[in-house]
């Protein structure tokens, strides 16, 4: 790094990184903005403080140290875990990286000091050393012989039970580390060819046959599979493990299974908790490697004895923290990670949260977390091919608090599946998400498969927390240039979307399921260049258009990007399901252009924030804003569409253009108009029935609408024809300007000036 000039220091002052120079003796010559404000500092204030003072404790001394040796050329570069010298004195963990600046000769004439904050990272590190070390001591005081397998093959985890089982003389921690076969190898109970036989496949289960003192006794081998991946196995000896029926119990007092079982379910609470952690942030891939390997070994071994443990008898060994959270956005992030199940067992995924249910919440958001993941994976799995509802509403509200049911539904099963026959009640995550759920106050009630009861249902109550003031959504004043993400899984649909796009200036891109959409917002967004507006279709698999917009609305990053929704079929409850998800409008599919840039400019230029109000931007409230009459023009001339257009805007009037019967018939779908006007002369429309076919297709107060026959030919005989078989009035052809306002006027009582 060459020395810095006035330009570097610029360039450093601009980073988001903590950066400091200083001279060789590590006397701090300029700090940028960022390093002041980790420190809590004015810039002005560092210069002239050593570096080392940067920290405190015994990190000032290693920080000194690391100075020295890099100024000197001693070390090309030094870096230190301490704690950071903030003015609050509070506790705050970060990575000093000291490297050597170079003058223009390449000779050392000072040093960099950056600063990395790595709480998070010592917080996972201390939670897996922690979770380490209560695997080992439920391993070590478990009677059942027991020895953990790592996907290498090697021993992880072994007890003594396991060694006296297999006459082995050695202690259990001098075997880690070293080949499972050399362990069993070792023992003359063991017929070496049955070991070769139990290894021969470590992706499937096996028995190995033991001759101990007290007879035959079987050992299983059961794999460890960690997302689909060999992760290692769990040696069990079926004998120690078998409980006597009679007595009821397995050798041991009860209050020795109960300390086991309160081991478990704190060892499988930090288990989860910290898997939530990792995937927030990036840690040392030795790290992440360590942490796979216990979580596999954690879970094969806990549930292996899990039959052991009652969970009604178990109590304490959970703390809650209660915290203020966001319930939607906590919600947007568990749907992320769950996603990836639904996907694998062919589910359709749908969340419903009320309006009423407050935001802001107090409690223990991770715990929370992790329940509603246990019981959507297991309902996933127990049922592939169904739709899965997470559906939460309120029970009561107070001023100071606020229950909540939260409640998994579970939809038939696709025809072609079969749902498995395991019960809604099994698996170890249904136990942890049980004593979870009482832990925070609430009770977790298993319905049956094939009802129309919860799945699984179970009611908590939180302390309100007063809800954030709502952000204010930026608004547009041209349409010219705007960014538009088409979400649609339908190629046809976004081609007629983009083209219509691209027609009005604006921006297009495409996506053709949600992950995808997903992914384009947020690197946008990391670019500097946010999407203001998706257009998203309700059809899409796995999750659909309403969860996808509950996803963007409730995502920190993506909360300011409006969403409007293309819908092919209209289903009761969907006003109710945009105002719960985020959406701004809702407009049925196919849509004729005028309607959708109405929509557009509707949403994005409007004055009052979506997220304050309750009005959703439909084809009826566009309606009930437009001034003037609403006009079809069922027209194939030019010369006559512009002039309608030109004369009938003078009384504000909105114009639609039909070239012919199919379009008319199209745009009678999808709007309601007070005239339509229709040049008997084109093919379908020339019969007698063509007053009735079009009144038909109109849905609602049909004989409110006025039509009118257009003819290049009028005469009273046409007149008469006409008015006879339908029509309302009739208007001679090329328009006279004063024909057509006085047909406007006179059919709609509107003012003469």
């Given at each position: 790094m060459a020395m810095a000039t006035e330009d570097f220091r610029r360039v450093v002052e601009s980073l988001k990184v903590p950066v400091g120079l200083a001279d060789a003796r590590g006397q701090i010559t300029f700090a940028n903005l960022a390093l002041a404000q980790l420190v809590g500092s004015d810039a002005s204030e560092l210069a002239g403080r050593l570096a080392a003072e940067l920290v405190r404790g015994a990190g000032q001394r290693k920080v000194a140290q690391g100075v020295s040796r890099v100024a000197e050329g001693k070390a090309a570069f030094a870096f230190v875990d301490a704690m950071l010298a903030t003015a609050d004195l509070s506790e705050r963990w970060v990575q000093v990286g000291i490297q050597p600046v170079s003058d223009s000769r390449d000779k050392a004439a000072g040093i960099a000091v950056v600063l990395q904050d790595i709480g998070a990272q010592r917080e996972t590190e201390a939670a897996v050393n922690l979770l380490t070390a209560r695997l080992l001591a439920l391993t070590e005081h478990s009677p059942v012989a027991t020895l953990i397998e790592t996907g290498a093959g090697d021993v992880d985890l072994v007890n003594a039970p396991f060694c006296t089982l297999l006459g082995l003389e050695s202690a259990p921690q001098s075997l880690s580390g070293l080949p499972v076969k050399e362990v069993l190898g070792r023992s003359d109970r063991v017929e070496p060819r049955a070991i070769t036989q139990a290894l021969l496949?470590?992706?499937?289960?096996?028995?190995?046959?033991?001759?101990?003192?007290?007879?035959?006794?079987?050992?299983?081998?059961?794999?460890?599979?960690?997302?689909?991946?060999?992760?290692?196995?769990?040696?069990?000896?079926?004998?120690?493990?078998?409980?006597?029926?009679?007595?009821?119990?397995?050798?041991?007092?009860?209050?020795?299974?109960?300390?086991?079982?309160?081991?478990?379910?704190?060892?499988?609470?930090?288990?989860?908790?910290v898997s939530i952690l990792a995937e927030q942030i990036d840690l040392d891939p030795a790290i992440v490697g360590r942490f796979d390997n216990i979580r596999g070994s954690t879970e094969t071994a806990l549930t292996a004895i899990g039959d052991l443990v009652d969970f009604s008898r178990v109590s304490?060994?959970?703390?809650?923290?209660?915290?203020?959270?966001?319930?939607?956005?906590?919600?947007?992030?568990?749907?992320?990670?769950?996603?990836?199940?639904?996907?694998?067992?062919g589910c359709r995924l749908r969340i419903k949260v009320e309006q009423d249910v407050a935001d802001t919440l107090e409690g223990d958001v991770e715990r929370l977390e992790l329940v509603l993941r246990n019981l959507l994976d297991n309902a996933l799995a127990l049922l592939p091919g169904a739709e899965i509802l997470l559906?939460?509403?309120?029970?009561?509200?107070?001023?100071?608090?606020?229950?909540?049911?939260?409640?998994?539904?579970?939809?038939?099963?696709d025809a072609g599946r079969t749902a498995t026959r395991a019960s809604a009640e099994g698996g170890m995550s249904v136990a942890v998400a049980r004593f979870m759920v009482k832990a925070m106050g609430g009770t977790l009630a298993i319905g049956a498969r094939n009802t129309q009861e919860p799945l699984y249902a179970f009611t908590v109550e939180f302390p309100l927390c007063p809800p954030p003031p709502a952000p204010r959504r930026a608004t547009?004043?041209?349409?010219?240039?705007?960014?538009?993400?088409?979400?649609?899984?339908?190629?046809?649909?976004?081609?007629?979307?983009?083209?219509?796009?691209?027609?009005?200036?604006?921006?297009?891109?495409?996506?053709?399921?949600?992950?995808?959409?997903?992914?384009?917002?947020e690197r946008l967004e990391q670019e500097g260049s946010p999407v203001p507006l998706v257009l998203l279709s309700n059809r899409l698999p796995?999750?659909?258009?309403?969860?996808?917009?509950?996803?963007?609305?409730?995502?920190?990053?993506?909360?300011?990007?409006?969403?409007?929704?293309?819908?092919?079929?209209?289903?009761?409850?969907?006003?109710?399901?945009?105002?719960?998800?985020?959406?701004?409008?809702?407009?049925?599919?196919?849509?004729?252009?005028?309607?959708?840039?109405?929509?557009?400019?509707?949403?994005?230029?409007?004055?009052?924030?979506?997220?304050?109000?309750?009005?959703?931007?439909?084809?009826h409230s566009l309606r009930e804003q437009r001034k003037g009459a609403t006009v079809l023009l069922v027209d194939a001339s030019r010369d006559s569409q512009i002039l309608a257009a030109h004369v009938l805007g003078r009384l504000d009037c909105a114009v639609v253009v039909a070239q012919d019967l199919a379009e008319a018939l199209s745009a009678l779908d999808q709007d309601v108009y007070d005239v339509v006007i229709v040049d008997t002369s084109l093919t379908g429309l020339e019969s007698a029935q063509a007053a009735q076919a079009l009144r038909a297709r109109i849905p609602r107060d049909a004989q409110s609408v006025q039509l009118v026959a257009a003819t290049s030919d009028p005469s009273a005989r046409y007149d008469k024809e006409k008015l006879a078989a339908g029509f309302d009035a009739t208007i001679a052809k090329p328009f006279a300007r004063e024909a057509l306002l006085d047909l406007i006027r006179s059919r709609l009582a509107l003012p003469t000036s």
């Open positions: 496949h470590p992706d499937e289960p096996s028995t190995l046959n033991v001759t101990g003192e007290s007879g035959l006794v079987q050992v299983e081998r059961q794999p460890i599979l960690v997302e689909g991946e060999n992760g290692g196995a769990m040696w069990i000896a079926r004998a120690a493990a078998a409980v006597n029926e009679a007595s009821g119990k397995t050798g041991v007092e009860i209050g020795v299974i109960e300390r086991i079982g309160v081991e478990l379910a704190v060892a499988l609470e930090g288990l989860s908790a304490g060994g959970i703390v809650l923290k209660r915290r203020q959270f966001g319930l939607r956005e906590a919600l947007a992030r568990l749907i992320a990670r769950v996603v990836p199940s639904a996907e694998e067992h559906q939460i509403t309120p029970e009561y509200a107070t001023a100071e608090s606020i229950q909540l049911s939260f409640a998994v539904h579970a939809g038939a099963v547009y004043v041209s349409l010219v240039g705007l960014t538009v993400l088409v979400v649609s899984d339908d190629p046809q649909q976004r081609l007629e979307i983009t083209n219509l796009l691209r027609g009005w200036r604006m921006v297009p891109l495409e996506a053709d399921n949600a992950p995808m959409a997903l992914a384009l917002l796995v999750q659909d258009g309403f969860l996808l917009s509950f996803r963007i609305k409730h995502d920190a990053r993506l909360r300011t990007t409006l969403v409007m929704m293309l819908a092919h079929e209209g289903k009761p409850g969907d006003a109710i399901a945009c105002r719960e998800n985020g959406i701004a409008a809702y407009m049925r599919y196919p849509i004729n252009d005028r309607q959708l840039n109405e929509a557009i400019v509707a949403v994005t230029g409007a004055s009052v924030d979506a997220d304050e109000t309750p009005t959703l931007v439909t084809r």
